[in-house]
């Protein structure tokens, strides 16, 4: 494996009914290619050797003996390669037939995996043939010259890498053998499947895939019997996917006549993680495992340098990924935060709230999810006391921008400039205003928060937050300044997600055509505190990303830091896939250095952070998910960091 990556294919080769040999030939060729590819697992469908529809023939002692007879030569002519092969096939034991996986790599025949469940209903009949599991009497069987393990409780394992096999119909039972093999240990399950086409059975079966993979935290590989079987009573067109807890991450297309290959990479470090931090999963073990009942069998794994490069996609957004779910997912993210303020604002009976406008992204979500969150209670707009304060460093577009959202929006407008009220206080604590430092930069930010505050008081309402999830990760925040408020609604949003939210509503002209360009305007406006002078031009002088790295890195890594519980190498390496031609090595090295920096150092903040509604599944509240202490030493991290090559 690779960084916790193993790479794994799921092939649909043509089939004659029948016909061992050529069925054979046709499974090497596959193999031979995922080799070259570096595969590490690869699968076939049920009963690939023989094919499946071979009927009354399977109960014919010669076709089981060539089926034998072309397994055995499957393994020497395939005995120079390292993948670990999952075949179908026959496999007679003194006068019963199971239908069964069989396993091998590298030459050798290293166990055999009996079909637990046997549909005999409607187009299938396989009682007829075959034997269910549960009537195996022996825990070996002959191959050949191979004597190897064979039952339904057996794990194949290489290091920290179990896997586990079901075949077909296993897959449709309430509880299923994957499941049981998944509580057992295996972090990836194979189904070996001969499946026939039926109108909206795909969509079905799609769903049962992610389902399954979802429930069990597991990957999961599916072959399903292609072109070439009898087409007598049913059509098989080799359907294959392979999934990842819950995400489909790569499937073929349907109705094309020709074989089939798709590879992926399963992050068996995230299966990890996942488990470990889901303690349901874990109970379930204890409930429905017994340890003396498993049979376990090694096979190898290629090592870390030997291991191609992942080749699955790796999104740059792992919030709001790149699908064509993104504005429904984007448009639900707004929904939440509009009922979590609803609930807020039901619960104390307040009729106003108080938002800070500066006209920059996130008081303007803050703002349409608080207009949102009136228009559905059924509040006049005019109770949003919405608030300017341009102080020391103001461009004259952000401020246009925010007094004419508010405008359009049809809220209370009130601009109050803080820069006399900034400077009497430089004057009162002795300090020059020359010196544009952190003293300089967060007098505005508690002078604002201060404002908002009191207004706060003179209407009896919440100050609404507007500070967002990047934020606080990074604590760019001023501490009892803007990082406080009564309900921080953008608390669970990233930063880019917000502009991603910003752009939806504009685009469906949530808020109205003429509100619209205003959003865009605003989406477009440099991400900035605006707390330093603007240059000669009246433009944004002090852009944030310049100071502290670009936002859509930091997100990178805080998802896959909090969300999956990833060591500094690997978030390096998925980030130079993910950002390969936009960002190089040493820019990635730089700034995640700089986000474990501020991250370790800035938990202060977070552990008395405002409410705030978690919106997408990684959060930084200290009551709903990240507990951590703030004195906690960032040196093994940082050390992690330096220790990286950042080579190209």
């Known amino acids: 494996m690779k960084y916790g990556f193993v790479k794994v294919a799921a092939a649909v080769p043509f089939v004659r009914v029948a016909d061992c ?33 071979c009927g009354d023939l399977f109960l014919r002692s010669f076709l089981n003996d060539q089926a034998e007879a072309a397994l055995l030569d499957l393994a020497e002519r395939t005995a120079h390669t390292s993948v670990l092969i999952i075949v179908g096939m026959p496999i007679r034991i003194e006068s019963q037939l199971f239908n069964a996986a069989v396993v091998l790599q590298s030459g050798q025949i290293l166990g055999a995996i009996p079909k637990t ?123 294959a996917f392979i999934a990842e807890i819950g995400k489909i991450l790569v499937e073929t297309s349907r109705f094309v006549y020709e074989e089939r290959l798709i590879i992926s990479d399963i992050d068996v470090m995230c299966i990890n993680n996942n488990r470990m931090m889901t303690n349901s999963f874990n109970d379930s073990v204890v409930d429905h495992t017994e340890r003396g009942l498993l049979t376990e069998i090694p096979f190898t794994l290629r090592t870390h340098d030997e291991s191609h490069d992942v080749d699955r996609k790796i999104d740059q957004n792992p919030f709001l990924p790149v699908s064509r779910r993104r504005d429904e997912r984007a448009e639900e993210m707004f929904d939440i935060q509009v009922c979590g303020l609803s609930q807020r604002m039901r619960f104390i009976g307040a009729r106003h709230a108080v938002i800070g406008i500066s006209g920059g992204l996130d008081s303007t979500l803050a703002l349409l999810v608080a207009v949102a969150t009136f228009d559905a209670m059924g509040l006049p707009r005019e109770g949003i006391i919405g608030v300017t304060m341009p102080g ?43 010196v544009q430092d952190v003293v300089y930069e967060n007098t505005q930010a508690r002078e604002r928060t201060q404002i908002l505050m009191d207004l706060a008081n003179k209407y009896n309402a919440p100050v609404i937050g507007t500070g967002d999830l990047s934020e606080l990760a990074l604590g760019w925040c001023t501490y009892n300044g803007d990082h406080m408020s009564m309900y921080s609604v953008n608390a669970g949003v990233p930063k880019t997600a917000v502009q991603i939210i910003v752009s939806r509503l504009a685009e469906i002209e949530r808020f109205g055509a003429e509100l619209s360009e205003v959003l865009r305007s605003i989406v477009a406006t440099p991400i900035s505190p605006e707390l330093k002078p603007t240059d000669e031009a009246g433009g944004i002088e002090q852009k944030t990303e310049d100071l502290v790295g670009p936002y859509e890195l930091h997100d990178f890594f805080l998802y896959n830091f909090l969300g999956y519980g990833y060591d500094p190498e690997k978030i390096f390496y998925m980030a130079k896939v993910a950002f390969e031609g936009k960002y190089g090595p040493k820019v990635i090295k730089r700034w995640l250095r700089e986000f474990y920096r501020r991250f370790f150092a800035q938990q202060y903040k977070r552990n008395c952070m405002p409410d705030g509604p978690k919106v997408a599944a990684v959060s930084l509240s200290p009551r709903g998910y990240w507990r951590m202490p703030s004195d906690v030493s960032p040196e093994a991290w940082l050390a992690a960091v330096d220790a990286i090559s950042d080579e190209d």
């Open 21 to 53: 040999a050529y069925n054979v030939s046709r499974i090497e060729a596959q193999i031979l290619e995922a080799e070259a590819k570096g595969v590490e697992i690869i699968t076939f469908p049920e009963l690939s050797i023989t094919g499946y529809t």
């Open 117 to 239: 469940y046997l549909p005999n209903y409607r187009e299938f009949q396989e009682a007829r043939w075959f034997a269910a599991a549960r009537d195996l009497q022996l825990a070996h069987v002959q191959i050949g010259r191979f004597r190897v393990p064979i039952g339904h409780n057996v794990l194949f394992r290489a290091g920290k890498l179990a896997i586990g096999i079901e075949i077909c119909e296993d897959m449709w039972t309430p509880y299923t053998p994957g499941t049981r093999l998944a509580l057992y240990g295996a972090q990836i399950i194979f189904n070996l499947s001969a499946s026939n086409e039926l109108a909206g059975k795909n969509t079905y079966l799609r769903s049962l895939i992610s389902g399954l993979s979802s429930q069990n935290l597991c990957g999961y590989v599916y072959a399903s019997a292609g072109y070439g079987e009898s087409s007598t009573d049913t059509v098989f067109t080799g359907k």
């Open 392 to 434: 020391l460093g103001t461009s004259s577009h952000t401020k246009d921008n925010a007094l004419e959202l508010m405008k359009l929006l049809g809220i209370t407008s009130l601009t109050i400039d803080i820069t006399e009220a900034c400077l009497q206080h430089f004057a009162a604590i002795g300090h020059d205003p020359k």
